[in-house]
């Protein structure tokens, strides 16, 4: 059984850093693509970023270009999700999800539950 666990969200200030991670189980981690969403209010899900298998390639997209960071440790089957220059507008559940191949053009097969960052003064 897929099993995706986000954990280290929560309350930051504007400009001020984020780190959280997603522990996974119930499939061989490093063979797969990970991804990470946000559903944000109003805004609906929108996708933030994503790494290949073997880490060599990364995607951002919109408002994460240039302040978030995606990483993976393959042997801790886990995958990170670094924010920096934090906005109100970050504010929003942040979901952990499993790609059907190593490649992030596949489509995702399996979410975690999110973890809830919610950034405010």
């Known amino acids: 059984q897929v099993l ?3 954990s280290g969200g929560g309350l930051a200030h504007p400009v001020g850093s984020l780190r959280f991670s997603c522990v996974a189980s119930g499939f061989t981690f490093g063979i ?10 109003g805004n609906g899900l929108e996708w933030v970023s994503g790494i290949s298998s073997d880490v060599r390639v990364t995607y ?3 408002a994460a270009k240039g302040r978030f960071t ?3 440790d393959n042997g801790k089957n886990t995958v990170y999700h670094g ?11 942040y979901y ?9 053009a596949s489509g995702v097969g399996s979410w975690g539950k999110g973890t809830l960052v919610t950034i405010s003064s």
């Open 60 to 62: 951002y997209t919109g």
């Open 96 to 104: 952990c999800a499993k790609h059907l191949t190593n490649s992030m």
């Open 32 to 41: 797969y693509a990970m991804t990470w969403a946000r559903l944000v209010p």
């Open 70 to 72: 995606i990483s993976r």
């Open 4 to 6: 995706l666990v986000e």
């Open 83 to 93: 924010m920096n220059s934090l906005k109100p507008e970050d504010t929003g559940l």
